[in-house]
Every structure is written in structure tokens, then in C-alpha cells.
């Protein structure tokens, strides 16, 4: 299955709902330039499956748990179940992430020796939630062939070829555990509290934003300070909590104006918005077009829905 989202949805944990593949081959290929006409990003959430990505044109920044790393043209990395991630363009060139999205039950089954020797470890391992591979090794570029490899496999859907991703992604897999030992990046008991909290708050966020929440609410749900919530969030989005809800209001904007017929005053009070001159004002900011033009310009996806 292919797809690019630009937005996700959560459950009452901050859990991804959208759907990765199928209920019975949980498998999905995205593609997306994050510098094309729909101003692709995709903000910081959290899903149950692996998930890995490389960039294929370009270079693009892929922010997990405390960490933000570039990944220039070729370059991969694997960011775990759970961990929250957030994927931007590293600047205005053309910036294509290839990625692929899949539950651990794809490698390893449920209550089988591949569950419970190889993906439990893995996905408890403070060792492998984030990890990136560049070409200038000879080990990392095996890995990222076969990303690219297990990801033109799903794409392509040749007869059989579940059978194909399935190998290519426990080859994967495997040489991820393999050398995690090497593996210096890791979290502290404090730093995992945090991200628990930002998860909370985030989630929070995500299930109210059409809603006039503040900084005091969004601390509260973590029961900290409104000072510790602006630190929490700069330290893994790098934007202040209220500056995180203004942009995830104006995504979610983004993709309403191109998935919809809705009029645009609608779609900015749904959206959290009720003063139509900010929200014109706030989307051409992060968007670099008016509202009007934007849905202009991205027509056609509404065409292709009807």
C-alpha cells in the first residue's frame, strides 16, 4: 500500500490511528516532498510500529525523543515503536523522504521465537530507539539497501511479494539488533518521564486544538509548571506549546482545504480559529500562500476523492 499523510490522528494515548497497510499484512510505503505545492511536515506523534525512512532527494530532518538529526541524500534511520518523531525539510531544495511503516507482528508474529528473541528485546531496548545510517559505511549502506529494496517490493506488489518484504524487513531488523551494542544513543530514567509527558500533552493538544485551550491547561495534564511545559516541548519539537497548537491547527487546516469543499471560514473555526484575518494571516506565514490559493493550487486532490 502507498500513501503520504501530512497530519496524524491519535487516540486518548497520542496513539496513530491511521491504519499502516491492513489488519492482516500491516505494511505501508509513504513518499511525500516536503517541499512540494502541499507543503508537506509531518509533527511530532507516536505509533506501535517500526518505522524506518531514508531520504531520496534532497535532505530532510527527522527530530526523536531528544534528538534532531539531518539526514542527507542516501542516508536512513530507524526510529522504534513508540518513540516519538516528528520529519521536516532540512531546507527550501527539494526534500523526498521515502519511508516505511510496520508492525513488529510482521517479522515477528504474536507469542512466537521471533517475538520473543528478536522484537520485544528490540522494541524495550533504550539502545534502538532511534538510530541512523549514513553511506560512508559499509555496514549502514547494507541496511539501506534494504530499505530501498523492501520499499520498491511493497510498492511494486509483484505475486508474492509479501513474502519478499517480509524477508527484506527481518534482514533488516536482525542487522539493526546486530549492531546495536555500538550503539551510543540512549535515554535516561528522566528523560524517558519527560517524553511520557509530552506525549500526554501532545495528545492533548491533538484531541482539543478546536478548542480555546492554554499553556496552564496543557501543563496541567502533565501535572507540571507552565515553565517546565515550554521547556519540555523546545527540548523535542523545538517550538513553545502554544506556537506547537498554532501549527498543528494550521496543518490540520491545510489538509482540510485539500481533502474538502468546506468554505474556508468553516474550516478555520473547526479548526481553532475564530478571527478569519489571523487565520489568513497565520497560514500564508507557515504556508507561504493564502488559504484561497493554497486549495487552488491542490484541487486536484479534491477532484480525486469525488
Known amino acids: ?50 518505522e524506518i525512512i531514508f531520504a531520496h532527494q534532497g535532505s530532510i530532518v527527522v527530530g526523536a525523543d531528544n534528538s534532531i538529526e539531518t ?10 515503536a513508540g518513540v516519538l518523531h516528528s520529519v521536516r525539510a532540512a531546507s527550501t531544495d527539494e526534500s ?46 547494507e541496511i539501506i539497501e534494504l530499505m530501498r529494496d523492501a520499499w520498491l517490493a511493497e510498492l511494486e506488489e509483484a505475486p508474492g511479494f ?25 535515554l535516561t530514567e528522566g528523560e524517558l518521564r519527560d517524553l511520557d509527558r509530552l506525549k500526554t500533552m501532545i495528545t492533548f493538544i491533538e484531541n482539543n486544538f478546536a478548542d480555546n485551550i492554554t499553556l496552564k ?38 489538509e482540510l482545504l485539500r481533502t474538502t469543499r468546506l468554505k474556508i471560514a468553516d474550516i478555520a ?5 475564530l478571527d478569519m484575518s489571523y487565520f489568513a494571516k497565520s497560514f500564508k506565514q507557515l504556508m507561504s500562500e493564502s488559504p484561497t490559493d493554497y486549495r487552488k493550487n491542490n484541487l486536484h486532490q479534491i477532484i480525486q476523492q469525488e
Not at 71 to 80: R, S, V
Not at 167 to 178: A, G, M, Q, V
Open 269 to 273: 473555526e473547526r479548526c481553532g480559529f
Open 96 to 141: 523526498v523522504l521515502r519511508s516505511i511503516v510496520f508492525h513488529p507482528r510482521v517479522i515477528g508474529g504474536i507469542d512466537t521465537i521471533f517475538w520473543q528473541k528478536y522484537s520485544r528485546p528490540l522494541i524495550e531496548n533504550r539502545n534502538c530507539r532511534f538510530i541512523c545510517f549514513n553511506v560512508e559505511s559499509e555496514r549502514d549502506r
Open 217 to 254: 491547561q496543557i501543563a496541567e495534564t502533565s501535572s507540571i509548571s507552565e515553565g517546565e511545559c515550554i521547556r519540555c516541548f523546545k527540548r523535542t519539537t523545538a517550538l513553545p506549546p502554544m506556537q506547537f497548537l498554532k501549527e498543528f491547527r494550521l496543518l490540520r487546516a491545510s
Open 1 to 50: 500500500m502507498y500513501t503520504f499523510n501530512i497530519t496524524v490522528t491519535v487516540d486518548d494515548e497520542g496513539r496513530q490511528l491511521e491504519r499502516h497497510g491492513t489488519a492482516a499484512f500491516p505494511v505501508v510505503c509513504n513518499q511525500g516532498d516536503l517541499n512540494g505545492p502541499e507543503h508537506y511536515s509531518v509533527m511530532c506523534h507516536w505509533h506501535d510500529s517500526f
Open 162 to 186: 509479501e513474502f519478499e518484504v517480509r524477508s527484506l524487513l527481518s534482514r533488516l531488523i536482525f542487522k539493526i539488533i546486530e549492531g546495536a551494542a555500538g550503539n551510543e544513543y540512549t
Open 71 to 80: 539526514l542527507n541524500e542516501g542516508a536512513g534511520c530507524f526510529i522504534n
